[in-house]
């Protein structure tokens, strides 16, 4: 299947934890990857495989999977987490990548 | 670090071809292992994948476009480009160019991207 689905927004006060989840069929066979984005710019890998951070990526992003279900954690939020976080997997059978519709995550 | 610039005009008149190249720059396009993908974001929405191609040549599509989307990789130039058929102002979007990195049979990533261009289909 070639569909993801996450919550459309969330929202967390500075210095808690936030977590966030993205669920299709296709994530039991591969692991989801995740991406930041601000307004007005590219989006940037903040998280891949089981819970790799790119160089670069602060350590209190996080990741877990379990099922059809990922997740992504952010302990200790920060003002610069704010912006739209998308989730990526691919159709193993088809070999087709696809995003989920993304989340709006607001630090207050 | 691998670089990726898109390139092309940022208005298209309906009907006709988007034409848009991507630039890799501080690594080789022909380095196996990566697949060269074109990515778009229709204004306020999510991220659709268009398709990827390899150095050498083998591409995919998604299927809501593949019958208007043509790839291309020239490598003497470090160079993809992305061909879109037949547009109308649905596919006013900004476009990116990314690399597609698989570092096993589970897990995959887009591990570089270009800044986007925005390409307005207007007569």
């Known amino acids: 299947s070639s569909e993801l689905s996450q919550d459309p927004a969330v929202s967390v006060a500075l210095g808690q934890t936030v977590t966030i989840t993205c669920q299709g069929d296709?994530?039991?066979?591969?692991?989801a990857s995740w991406y930041q984005q601000k307004p007005g710019q590219a989006p940037r890998l903040v998280l891949y495989?089981?819970?790799r951070r790119p160089s670069g990526i602060p350590d209190r992003f996080s990741g877990s999977s379990s099922g059809d279900t990922t997740s992504l954690t952010i302990t200790g939020a920060q003002a610069e987490d704010e912006g739209d976080y998308y989730c990526d997997s691919r159709d193993t059978s088809a070999d087709l990548r696809f995003f989920g519709p993304g989340t709006k995550v607001t630090v207050l | 670090q691998v670089q990726l610039q898109e390139s092309g005009p940022g208005l298209v008149k309906p009907s006709q071809t988007l034409s848009l190249t991507c630039t890799v720059s501080n690594g080789s396009i022909t380095r196996g292992g990566y697949y060269w993908t074109w990515i778009r974001q229709r204004p306020g929405k999510g991220l659709e994948w268009i398709g990827y191609i390899s150095y050498s040549g083998t591409a995919l599509y998604n299927p809501s476009l593949k019958s208007r989307v043509g790839m291309s990789v020239d490598t003497s130039k470090n160079q993809f480009s992305l061909n879109l058929r037949s547009v109308t102002a649905a596919d006013t979007a900004v476009y990116y160019c990314?690399?597609?990195?698989?570092?096993?049979?589970?897990?995959?990533?887009?591990?570089?991207w270009g800044q986007g261009t925005l390409v307005f289909v207007s007569s």
């Open positions: 495989g089981l819970n």
């Open positions: 296709s994530l039991r066979s591969v692991y």
């Open positions: 990314a690399r597609d990195r698989a570092t096993s049979t589970v897990t995959y990533y887009f591990d570089s």
